[in-house]
């Protein structure tokens, strides 16, 4: 059973307790943030889960994701068990972003799939202020969770009486994009990364 079945599934089964529901979704966007924030969305445009939880969990649960990137990346820098978990490679080029325009990188990041996790785990590893990650990591997640809700709430609204498998199926199609974009996006900074360090061996 995939993951927006199992979502679906649990989500029924919530229904009418907002703090389960509320914690299913804040469990789920610690899976895959994006396409619970679709799920959500679309769930929210039939009626099943009120916009207001809808959202406020969505906020929630990306904000703990977040600062549980930034957390593991500060104790991997001082718990050797741990940092086998967090890339190296990758994350030390981010370095020179992170110490020249932090709050740009942490917030734009959000917007570009595949690179949030590297960059928000470099900046505990390499002990970036935490109050202006925390402000950061929130405007942004509310400006881009509330833009994809957004859209997905309005795409289940204008497809409430299309056939289940074509809504689903369009929607499936969205996040394989997505997935594909971020994959992209980190094999391109993957290989950006080993052409500079080659330069600099040079």
Same mark, same amino acid.
Do not use: C
């Given at each position: 059973?995939?993951?927006?079945?199992?979502?679906?599934?649990?989500?029924?089964? #919530? +229904?009418?307790?907002? +703090?389960?529901?509320?914690?299913?979704?804040?469990? #789920?966007?610690? $899976?895959?943030?994006?396409?619970?924030?679709?799920?959500?969305?679309?769930?929210? %445009?039939?009626?099943?889960?009120? $916009?207001?939880? #809808?959202?406020?969990?969505?906020?929630?649960?990306?904000?703990?994701?977040?600062?549980?990137?930034?957390?593991?990346?500060?104790? #991997?820098?001082?718990?050797?068990?741990?940092? /086998?978990?967090?890339?190296?490679?990758? $994350?030390?080029?981010?370095?020179?972003? $992170?110490?020249?325009?932090?709050?740009?990188?942490?917030?734009?990041? =959000?917007?570009?799939?595949?690179?949030?996790?590297?960059?928000?785990?470099?900046?505990?590893?390499?002990?970036?202020?935490?109050?202006?990650?925390?402000?950061?990591?929130?405007?942004?997640?509310?400006?881009?969770?509330?833009?994809?809700?957004? %859209?997905?709430?309005?795409?289940?609204?204008?497809?409430?009486?299309?056939?289940?498998?074509?809504?689903?199926?369009?929607? %499936?199609?969205?996040?394989?994009?997505?997935?594909?974009?971020? =994959?992209?996006?980190?094999?391109?900074?993957?290989? /950006?990364?080993? /052409?500079?360090?080659?330069?600099?061996?040079?």
């Amino acid at each position: 059973m995939s993951f927006p079945h199992i979502f679906v599934h649990l989500i029924g089964g #919530a +229904v009418g307790s907002t +703090v389960l529901t509320a914690s299913i979704i804040i469990i #789920a966007t610690f $899976i895959l943030e994006d396409p619970t924030t679709m799920l959500v969305g679309l769930l929210a %445009a039939s009626g099943v889960i009120s $916009i207001p939880v #809808a959202l406020l969990s969505l906020y929630a649960g990306i904000v703990f994701g977040d600062l549980g990137l930034y957390g593991l990346g500060s104790l #991997a820098r001082s718990h050797p068990r741990l940092a /086998k978990y967090v890339d190296h490679e990758l $994350i030390a080029p981010l370095r020179v972003w $992170i110490e020249t325009r932090y709050v740009l990188t942490i917030f734009s990041v =959000r917007f570009i799939p595949g690179l949030r996790l590297p960059t928000y785990t470099a900046s505990g590893f390499f002990r970036s202020p935490l109050l202006p990650f925390i402000t950061t990591a929130i405007g942004a997640t509310m400006v881009w969770t509330t833009l994809l809700f957004s %859209a997905s709430y309005w795409f289940g609204s204008l497809t409430s009486e299309w056939l289940g498998w074509v809504r689903w199926g369009i929607a %499936a199609g969205v996040l394989l994009v997505l997935f594909l974009v971020g =994959r992209h996006n980190l094999r391109a900074y993957r290989k /950006k990364d080993r /052409k500079g360090a080659g330069d600099t061996n040079a």
